[in-house]
C-alpha cells in the first residue's frame, strides 16, 4: 500500500470521528474504528483500550492481529510506566518507534516484545478526553518502516479527543458496571430521576425512589459532572459515587455505593468539616448547627489534630480529595 495522502487522511478522519461519537455499543464502534483506520495505516496488528479509573489496568475495546503475548506486555504496569517516561501520557500525541529518542532498539517494549514478534514499526498514543483525562491507549504494528507516514502519524494525533471520548468508561452505563464488579451496589437513573436496575450490580434500601439519598445524588446529577459524598446509615458509612452516562438509554446516572471506614473523625466533625469546606466561618457553623463558637472551634482543633492538617484549608482540601463531604447536613440556619 502506498504512503497515504492528505485528502485520504481527511477523509478517513472525518468517518472515524462520526464512527466514534455514534451511540451503538462501544466494542462495535472500536472494531469499526481500525477497520477504517487501516484506510490510512496499513497495520498487521492494533488494539484501542480504556482505562479503568479505578485500577489503571487496560481494558480491551477492540483488538486485531496482537498475540496474547505481545497484549500481555502492551497491557502491563511496566508499559504504562514506559509511556508516562517518555512523555506519551502527558502529549496526547502518537509516538512510533522512529520518534523514540536514542535507538528504538535500547526501549524494551520494541526490542523484547515487538521487534521478536516481527513488527518494523508502529505507533502509541494515550487517549485523552477534552477535559485532560487519560481515558485509554491505541497501539498499532506495521510490517513496513513506510508506515504509519508522518501524515498519517499526524492525522492519528487529530484523533486524540474523539477517540478519548470513545474509550471513556464513565460515558458508559454497561462499562461503569463492569468497572464496579459484580455484585456491587448500584442504580442507575433515567433522564427524569427514576431508579432502574442494572444488570449484575445489587441494590440497597438507600437506592431506591424516595429515599433522601437519592434525591441529593439526583442534585448532583443535574450538574452533569462526576460527584462524591459520604452518607450514614444506622451505625454504617457509604461512599456515594454520582457519574454521568452517555450513550446507553436510557440509563443516564450511575448511582453506586460502598462502605467505608471514616477513620477518626466522629459524625460531628464531619458535618463541621463539610461546612467548613463549602467556606463557612466558625460563628457561621455554629449558626447552622446551633451550637457555640466555642464549640465550633473545639471540633476544628480535634479535626485539624486527627487529620494532621496544619489549618482549616488543609483540612478542607483532605476532605475535598478523599470524599469526606456529608451528602446533607441538616441545618437550622435557613
Known amino acids: 500500500m502506498p504512503v497515504v495522502d492528505l485528502e485520504s487522511a481527511i477523509g478517513a478522519m472525518g468517518t472515524i470521528s462520526a464512527i466514534a461519537s455514534d451511540s451503538g455499543p462501544v466494542n462495535e464502534r472500536g472494531s469499526a474504528v481500525l477497520a477504517e483506520l487501516k484506510r490510512i495505516i496499513p497495520f498487521e496488528a492494533a488494539e484501542i483500550c480504556s482505562i479503568n479509573p479505578l485500577t489503571g489496568e487496560s481494558v480491551q475495546i477492540a483488538s486485531e492481529g496482537y498475540s496474547e503475548q505481545v497484549l500481555s506486555h502492551l497491557h502491563s504496569a511496566e508499559f504504562h510506566d514506559l509511556m508516562e517516561l517518555l512523555g506519551i501520557r502527558s502529549t496526547g500525541r502518537p509516538v512510533r518507534m522512529q520518534d523514540l529518542p536514542g535507538d528504538p532498539m535500547d526501549n524494551w517494549a520494541v526490542a523484547d516484545v515487538l521487534y521478536p514478534a516481527g513488527y518494523a514499526e508502529g505507533l502509541t498514543m494515550c487517549l485523552r478526553t477534552p477535559d485532560g483525562r ?50 456491587s ?38 450538574h452533569n459532572s462526576w460527584g462524591s459524598f459520604v452518607w450514614p446509615d444506622d451505625d454504617d458509612w457509604f461512599r456515594v459515587r454520582v457519574v454521568p452516562c452517555k450513550g446507553e438509554q436510557p440509563i443516564m446516572t450511575v448511582v453506586s455505593m460502598d462502605s467505608i471506614d471514616i477513620g477518626p473523625l466522629s459524625r460531628r466533625e464531619l458535618e463541621v468539616l463539610t461546612l467548613a469546606a ?46 469526606l463531604i456529608l451528602g446533607r447536613v441538616v441545618r437550622y440556619d435557613r
Request: glycine share 12%; proline share 3%.
Open 134 to 183: 487519560v481515558t485509554g491507549v491505541i497501539n498499532l504494528s506495521t510490517l513496513s518502516t513506510d508506515h504509519p507516514s508522518d501524515i498519517a502519524r499526524d492525522a492519528v494525533a487529530h484523533l486524540c479527543a474523539t477517540l478519548g471520548n470513545l474509550a471513556d468508561p464513565l460515558q458508559s452505563g454497561k462499562w461503569i458496571a463492569m468497572l464496579l464488579g459484580a455484585g
Open 185 to 222: 451496589m448500584a442504580i442507575g437513573l433515567d433522564g427524569a430521576g427514576s431508579a432502574i436496575s442494572i444488570p449484575g450490580l445489587t441494590g440497597h434500601k438507600l437506592l431506591t425512589d424516595g429515599t433522601e439519598l437519592l434525591e441529593v445524588a439526583k442534585g448532583a446529577a443535574v
Open 278 to 323: 463549602e467556606g463557612l466561618s466558625n460563628q457561621e457553623i455554629g449558626d447552622a448547627l446551633v451550637i457555640s463558637n466555642r464549640t465550633v472551634a473545639s471540633h476544628v482543633e480535634h479535626i485539624l489534630d486527627k487529620l494532621s492538617a496544619p489549618n482549616r484549608a488543609a483540612a478542607a482540601a483532605y476532605a475535598l480529595r478523599e470524599g
